[in-house]
């Protein structure tokens, strides 16, 4: 296979790792542990940390089993280059430690995963302000907007709710305003969805999900897309300021998020994510098949109140699902009716395994409100849609025969 050839999403992906030599004829790349990098020649050490030259400084800012996932992950979003952080809300904190300061404005989705809502709010009271809005229509992040304003940032499709952000329109309207447009791909993936083709500036996702999908590594990326101008923003040191334009944003980001902040990525569980990754297409597939039947199914009953899901009609944002994604994903919740106890629902599933990982190749259910939203506090809850019996499903590659089954049995009991 050569560069030259534009190959499928899946076939790009595994043979990644021999685009560039590899030791040994391996066709993965090898777990290198070594986080100490030696030269024959000072002057090259000296090369390689001042920019000059690439190479490994230390293991902190790069590795060489990182660096080959950074190109498959970039590859997967089509970017012009890729970071790896040790989990995907380190990736998002990477932005806030590389390219925010104090007095900075931040406009943010209401509808957020918890743990991202969580770090917003604390970020907030650091002397960055961040206005949470209904980016589901874009005249409400337009007239959020301050001249401030230095980073957009949307979820493609809202965690546990499922609601889609006006994607395409917001990345006009940063593009506009030379403003950082940062997407969260984590619910789509690239293989659903590419947020480069709405002019997302960064596209972070969170690589424990689906892309790795076995749930047994943690880990995060931010990618570069290079439709944003650099030269144009306010937040670049100096010191960064070398090479062409295009690379001075990541330069900043790998300096200041993985050298002083120190959220690296470790070798063993990049080795995991990679050879994860391979199958992602074969699972996604199966798993959001089996989504888009459970749904299904789940909204034709009477003993549920409400099932949200963008592969549904009824769901608010379904057209604007099937015009931007391949397929509608495979995280769904429900809400049950009053008189059903939602943990004794959870309690008599056979085969969704009470956890709060994503992505994963087994089903995962949880009830949402008494778990990962549970510190927010009833009042920032009801803000965000989140009810009391609310369960979040992410489904999994068994057979959809057995799920369905599973699902109906747990409200018959």
Same mark, same amino acid.
């Given at each position: 296979m050569t560069e030259k050839k534009q190959y499928g999403f899946t076939t790009t992906i595994l043979?990644?790792?021999?685009?560039?030599?590899?030791?040994?004829?391996s066709l993965h790349k090898p777990i290198h542990t070594s986080v100490t990098f030696g030269y024959n020649d000072a002057r090259e050490l000296a090369s390689v940390f001042q920019g000059k030259q690439p190479g490994y400084r230390y293991g902190r800012q790069g590795n060489p089993t990182v660096s080959a996932l950074e190109d498959k992950v970039n590859r997967m979003?089509?970017?012009?280059?890729?970071?790896?952080?040790?989990?995907?809300?380190?990736?998002?904190?990477?932005?806030?430690q590389a390219l925010l300061r104090e007095g900075d404005h931040v406009v943010s989705s209401s509808f957020l995963f918890g743990n991202t809502n969580s770090l917003w709010q604390t970020i907030n009271g650091q002397g960055i302000k961040v206005d949470f809005v209904d980016a589901t229509n874009v005249a409400n992040v337009e007239a959020a907007l301050t001249p401030a304003t230095r980073i957009v940032f949307v979820e493609t499709i809202a965690n546990p709710r499922t609601q889609i952000a006006d994607l395409a329109r917001i990345g006009a309207l940063?593009?506009?305003?030379?403003?950082?447009?940062?997407?969260?791909?984590?619910?789509? @993936?690239?293989? $659903?969805?590419?947020?480069?083709?709405?002019?997302?500036? /960064?596209?972070?996702?969170? +690589?424990?999900? &689906?892309? !790795?999908?076995?749930?047994?590594?943690?880990?995060?990326?931010?990618?570069?897309?290079?439709?944003?101008?650099?030269?144009?923003?306010?937040?670049?040191?100096?010191?960064?300021?070398?090479?062409?334009?295009?690379?001075?944003g990541m330069t900043q980001i790998?300096?200041?998020?993985?050298?002083?902040?120190?959220?690296?990525?470790?070798?063993?569980?990049?080795?995991?994510?990679a050879v994860g990754a391979e199958t992602i297409a074969l699972r996604l597939d199966r798993e959001c098949a089996s989504a888009l039947a459970i749904a299904h199914m789940l909204e034709a009953d009477?003993?549920?109140?409400?099932?949200?899901?963008?592969?549904?009609?009824?769901?608010?944002?379904?057209?604007?699902?099937?015009?931007?994604?391949?397929?509608?994903?495979?995280?769904? @919740?429900?809400? $049950?009716?009053?008189?059903?106890?939602?943990?004794?629902? /959870?309690?008599?599933?056979? +085969?969704?395994? &009470?956890? !709060?990982?994503?992505?994963?190749?087994?089903?995962?259910?949880?009830?949402?409100?008494?778990?990962?939203?549970?510190e927010m506090g009833a009042e920032r809850r009801a803000a965000m849609g989140i009810a009391e019996s609310l369960i979040r499903v992410s489904v999994g590659i068994e057979d959809t025969a057995d799920l369905l089954a599973d699902f109906a049995q747990a409200l018959d009991a």
């Open positions: 043979h990644s790792d021999r685009q560039k030599p590899i030791e040994h004829g979003e089509d970017g012009q280059s890729t970071i790896c952080f040790a989990t995907g809300m380190a990736a998002i904190a990477a932005l806030t940063c593009r506009a305003r030379g403003i950082v447009y940062v997407v969260d791909n984590t619910m789509t @993936s690239p293989y $659903l969805f590419r947020p480069k083709t709405v002019g997302a500036s /960064l596209v972070v996702n969170a +690589l424990t999900k &689906s892309i !790795s999908g076995h749930g047994h590594a943690l880990g995060g990326s931010l990618t570069d897309t290079g439709e944003y101008d650099w030269s144009a923003y306010p937040n670049i040191y100096e010191n960064y300021k070398k090479g062409a334009p295009a690379q001075w790998r300096a200041k998020a993985l050298r002083d902040f120190g959220a690296s990525l470790g070798p063993e569980a990049t080795h995991h994510i009477p003993r549920v109140a409400a099932v949200h899901y963008p592969g549904l009609e009824s769901h608010p944002q379904h057209a604007l699902a099937k015009d931007l994604f391949r397929a509608y994903g495979s995280l769904f @919740s429900f809400e $049950l009716h009053d008189g059903i106890d939602c943990f004794d629902y /959870l309690n008599r599933l056979k +085969l969704g395994v &009470s956890a !709060s990982n994503l992505g994963d190749t087994r089903t995962l259910v949880i009830p949402v409100a008494h778990t990962i939203f549970f």
